[in-house]
């Protein structure tokens, strides 16, 4: 018996609740979905991309003593633009494009995250800084940092952009071991004994690609036809005495007509300049990618603008943004211990179309390698912010902060926090 007290349920109703619960089912499937099955290039549902709240401080280079050091070296006299060459130029670019942000904020006790801008691996090469003064300048900045220690750096950003992550800096295992560290390198067996690279707090960031290669209004070399590629497969870098690449090396005598891999000079007559390079690379169909020094090469990420599949031959290797890019659609990854004739036969067998295919579904997400203000829907940029949103904690703790009934947060002293004073005690 229906009770009087309820409306009748009609074929209205019924059919409002199986439209509200297919509206909800396509929802969760559509959010569910990675990048790569969406209809167009980086049409992430606006709901999951970074949200407009999102606030990120960026400290000024004056603003705390020693940071200076850290981007332009002892003596203050390395440019950035020094810094912006070569693939560890995203400590620049990031840096730079943060501070152009929607998402920056001026006033610290409104952002959710900090950034903290340095160039390290920039001022090492040029002989700027040295480690034992790196590290010493590291320990200096962060002891000037209140917003630092009242979260133990949880809610702090750092990049490092080369193989060597923030092993950069020596003591990152005992200062920087909560804090966001944005790095291409993300090996676990790194060979210093110990990884820097947190799958649950760290970010996997894409190499720096050559500006003249990723600007879709000025490719210094274009892609050319599948048919017309004189090789099946290229390995262009020098060897470094590792085990893959002098394998690859190897290969390429065996078999000069399917694979190319000339020991590349990095000084003299014979050396390779940029475009050279990208047009030797444009010349197959499969680009591979071997470990080097470190797990990461830049190759890989090269590869999409030239139009070849990159094949990964590094076992160990962490690639960015897996949470919208499906890998299997767009690249190979092969054994390194299998690097041999039979990994030519492999590639040989994989028919045009689908090597067609592989690369126009390459063509659709590399514009998550440029390095272009978050503005744009599809950058590095708007999905590194989007990475960066989903570490930021409503509250900040650490084993160095209290809080009372009036909500104040404390030191061990008891003392407010706006009132701390510098240096603060690092761990």
């Given amino acids: 018996m229906r009770s009087p007290h309820h409306a009748p349920c009609t074929l209205a109703h019924q059919a409002a609740a199986l439209l509200l619960i ?5 929802l969760t499937r559509l959010l569910d979905r990675p990048l790569s099955a969406l209809p167009s290039p980086c049409a992430a549902p606006s709901s999951s991309w970074p949200h407009r709240d999102l606030r990120i401080y960026v400290y000024a280079d004056d603003e705390v003593d020693g940071l200076r050091a850290l981007l332009r070296g002892r003596h203050g006299d390395v440019p950035a633009a020094t810094c912006l060459k070569g693939q560890w130029g ?23 995250l900090f950034f903290v801008p340095t160039y390290v691996k920039c001022v090492r090469m040029t002989g700027a800084l040295n480690d034992k003064e790196i590290n010493q300048t590291y320990v200096k900045v962060l002891s000037q940092m209140p917003y630092f220690r ?74 050319i036809p599948l048919t017309k590629r004189k090789y099946l497969a290229n390995f262009l870098g020098r060897t470094q005495g590792k085990v893959g690449r002098l394998q690859l090396l190897k290969l390429a005598k065996q078999y000069p007509d399917k694979l190319e891999s000339p020991e590349l000079k990095l000084s003299g007559p014979d050396k390779l300049g940029r475009i050279d390079y990208f047009q030797h690379l444009r010349n197959a169909k499969f680009c591979l990618a071997p470990r080097g020094e470190s797990s990461w090469t830049l190759r890989f990420y090269e590869s999409f603008f030239v139009e070849c599949v990159p094949v990964i031959l590094s076992d160990e290797v962490e690639l960015p943004f897996q949470n919208v890019i499906d890998y299997t659609e767009v690249s190979i990854k092969w054994p390194a211990s299998k690097i041999g004739p039979g990994l030519l036969e492999y590639l040989e067998s994989i028919p045009d179309g689908r090597v067609e295919e592989m690369i126009g579904r390459g063509r659709e997400m590399r514009c998550l390698w440029v390095y272009a203000p978050d503005t744009e829907r599809c950058s590095a940029m708007s999905a590194v912010v989007w990475e960066l949103e989903r570490k930021v904690r409503r509250f900040h703790q650490s084993a160095e902060t209290f809080w009372l009934h009036n909500r104040s947060i404390v030191n061990r002293d008891l003392v407010e926090f706006h009132e701390w004073t510098t240096p603060v005690p690092l761990p």
């Fill in 150 to 223: 009242r979260s133990g750096g949880r809610d702090h950003i750092f990049v490092f952009p080369s193989g060597a992550g923030a092993h950069l800096f020596r003591s990152w295992a005992t200062f920087l071991n909560r804090s966001i560290i944005l790095t291409p390198e993300g090996d676990r067996t790194d060979k210093r004994g110990t990884s820097a690279f947190n799958t649950w707090k760290d970010i996997i960031i894409p190499g720096n690609v050559d500006d003249s290669m990723v600007k879709t209004d000025m490719h210094a070399v274009q892609p």
């Fill in 22 to 26: 297919a509206t909800t089912f396509c």
């Fill in 90 to 112: 995203t400590q620049v670019k990031i840096h730079k494009l943060l501070l152009s942000s929607r998402f920056r904020t001026l006033d610290k006790d409104q952002a959710d």
